[in-house]
């Protein structure tokens, strides 16, 4: 399902909705990113990074304004 909202939001981009697509992709990078959060097959630094950067995205599409 986050590959499909990621998907989506892609596509939305492609489409000049650009503020829509950057938060489907944020917020399915956050949806898999929590999803592998507990498997430990990653260190502690690309957890956190791509969390960080999913919550980084998420504030800059609320920040843009209307018109873009």
């Excluded at 503020?19 to 949806?31: H, N, Y």
């Amino acid at each position: 399902m986050a590959y499909i909202t990621i998907g989506a939001g892609f596509l939305a981009g492609v489409f000049s909705f650009v503020r829509l697509g950057s938060i489907a992709i944020a917020i399915g990078m956050g949806v898999i990113t929590l999803a592998h959060w507990e498997s430990g097959k990653s260190g502690k630094v690309e957890r956190y990074l791509a969390l960080a950067i999913a919550l980084a995205l998420f504030t800059v599409a609320i920040s843009l304004p209307r018109g873009l």
